[in-house]
């Protein structure tokens, strides 16, 4: 049955929610009850790449800062649990062809130290004290960032690259884990400690006197103080249940996962991102084929990414490339573009060549996928909404794994009232009441999504 009142109620059991309600109960609420009308996990977190990195641009240093302190929650639950959720530490491989992309990497590398992503190393030479990164585990390594230019080293390390690679950037705090044992294994904990959920549809949320009194849950009512709207793709609907814009859109990102039966993907790779725009090669036969589908004759934007995905004897590797940005309504079920393996696969031939050796008899891919929820400039959202007593955690775009344990703790802190960090500020919907902030939008740079 469910419960008639809580002391927080979350709206959404993925991983905003999940993690909301797991640093609830590290700051000592417990009568908490999070609601999912699905499955926990099922809509958008189980669909990630699950990568994971302190590599973020500017302006400013919040975003370094709060996925650094992501991370080390992350690396404090990997510890204390044995790392059941499998976090690496292989690191992000940015490669490029063009020597004048090779030169911002030196840039991003030295500007991404400076923010506190970790020292930059260059690499220029085939004596280079160049690491490695190990296939498993995360503890002792580098972190900062690897600019490799010497051809040599990069064939030493990389053989598997193009051979017109000029550099490769290796950006070291970063890596991947499994996005589902991780939200489990947080979840589990939550409800040891007293959480319960529910399953069910929030379909309304009441307000008494300015602040928040009640939740009802598909027909039955909640009686609270609190609710936290962690509704993924959804949170712009739930926050109009309470009369407020939450200023997000959505852009639909796929994958692809594919038994690499031939091995062109080494299953010690890092996170493979190729960063150069490109045009796919198709012959001439190809394209007159493809007359009705000019988008994918034109030049693509980057960055076409992939990994091998599993332990032991899989040979399962993951790709993706979103090569639509523009937003979207969400619906569900979602559908994916039937030229989406074959785009992907053509894609990645460009970075590792022996990938061409597919698209001449493409392999039987899964694809799936969700939304990116986003605000304008890519920075998500975990603080107070301006109705007392009501929190988001969302807007979590591509990096809702990686941040969703600073996100949840940042929620959990606006809630109990404990000393915020100097990064906060950042990530709350009142960061648009500043003027100077939102003169900044329309030229905000790089957002960092991948
Ligand atoms: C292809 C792809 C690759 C990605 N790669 C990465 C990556 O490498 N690293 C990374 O960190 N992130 C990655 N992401 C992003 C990450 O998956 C998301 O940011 C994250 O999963 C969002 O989590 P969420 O909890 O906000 O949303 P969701 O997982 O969508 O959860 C929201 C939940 O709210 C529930 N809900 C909504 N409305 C209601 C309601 N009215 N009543 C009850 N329940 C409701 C839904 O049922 C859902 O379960 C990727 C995403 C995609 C699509």
């Known amino acids: 049955m469910a419960p008639t009142t809580a002391e927080v109620v979350i709206c959404g059991a993925g991983i905003a929610g999940i993690a909301t309600a797991?640093?609830?109960?590290?700051?000592?609420?417990?009568?908490?009850?999070?609601?999912?009308?699905?499955?926990?996990?099922?809509?958008?977190?189980?669909?990630?790449t699950e990568g994971y990195r302190n590599w973020w641009p500017g302006p400013g240093d919040a975003m370094v800062a709060a996925m650094n302190r992501s991370i080390d929650l992350l690396e404090e639950l990997a510890r204390e649990s044995g790392n059941v959720f499998r976090m690496n530490r292989r690191g992000y491989l940015f490669a490029t062809a063009d020597p004048a992309r090779a030169r911002r990497f030196?840039?991003?590398?030295?500007?991404?130290?400076?923010?506190?992503?970790?020292?930059?190393?260059?690499?220029?030479?085939?004596?280079?004290?160049?690491?490695?990164?190990?296939?498993?585990?995360?503890?002792?390594?580098?972190?900062?960032?690897?600019?490799?230019?010497?051809?040599?080293?990069?064939?030493?390390?990389?053989?598997?690259?193009?051979?017109?690679?000029?550099?490769?950037?290796?950006?070291?705090?970063?890596?991947?884990?499994?996005?589902?044992?991780?939200?489990?294994?947080?979840?589990?904990?939550?409800?040891?400690?007293?959480?319960?959920?529910?399953?069910?549809?929030?379909?309304?949320?009441?307000?008494a006197g300015g602040r928040v009194s009640a939740v009802t849950v598909s027909g039955t009512t909640i009686a609270t103080p609190r609710v936290v709207n962690a509704a993924g793709p959804l949170i712009a609907r739930v926050g109009r249940m309470l009369g407020i814009e939450i200023p997000v859109s959505c852009e639909l990102h796929a994958k692809i996962a594919f038994a690499d039966t031939l091995g062109a993907m080494p299953r010690e790779a890092p996170m493979l991102i190729w960063t150069d725009p490109m045009r796919v090669a198709w012959t001439d036969e190809e394209s007159r084929a493809l007359a009705s589908r000019p988008d994918l004759l034109e030049e693509t934007p980057p960055a076409v990414h992939g990994r091998p995905e599993g332990g032991g004897d899989s040979t399962i590797v993951l790709l993706l490339w979103?090569?639509?940005?523009?937003?979207?309504?969400?619906?569900?079920?979602?559908?994916?573009?039937?030229?989406?393996?074959?785009?992907?696969?053509?894609?990645?031939?460009?970075?590792?060549?022996?990938?061409?050796?597919?698209?001449?008899?493409?392999?039987?891919?899964?694809v799936d996928g969700g939304y990116y929820t986003k605000t304008r400039e890519n920075r998500f959202l975990a603080g107070p909404l301006p109705v007392e007593g009501a929190y988001v955690c969302g807007a979590l775009g591509g990096h809702g794994l990686m941040a969703s344990s600073v996100a949840g703790e940042l929620v959990a802190s606006h809630v109990t009232g404990r000393p915020l960090p100097p990064y906060a500020p950042a990530f709350t919907l009142a960061r648009y009441d500043d003027p100077a902030y939102r003169a900044q939008l329309p030229h905000w740079g790089d957002s960092g999504q991948l």
């Open 22 to 48: 797991y640093h609830l109960t590290r700051q000592g609420v417990t009568d908490v009850v999070l609601v999912d009308e699905r499955p926990p996990l099922s809509l958008t977190s189980d669909k990630s």
């Open 106 to 207: 030196v840039t991003a590398a030295e500007g991404a130290a400076a923010l506190g992503a970790g020292r930059a190393r260059m690499h220029a030479t085939g004596s280079s004290d160049y690491r490695p990164a190990p296939t498993d585990g995360f503890e002792d390594q580098p972190v900062g960032a690897d600019v490799i230019t010497e051809p040599a080293l990069i064939r030493r390390h990389f053989p598997y690259l193009a051979d017109d690679t000029v550099a490769v950037l290796h950006t070291r705090r970063c890596g991947w884990l499994s996005g589902q044992q991780l939200g489990m294994h947080m979840l589990e904990r939550a409800r040891d400690k007293g959480v319960r959920l529910v399953a069910g549809s929030v379909e309304k949320i009441a307000t």
């Open 322 to 366: 979103t090569y639509h940005l523009d937003p979207v309504e969400p619906v569900f079920p979602l559908t994916f573009d039937p030229a989406y393996t074959e785009l992907c696969i053509r894609g990645m031939a460009r970075m590792v060549p022996a990938f061409a050796r597919y698209a001449e008899r493409l392999p039987r891919a899964v």
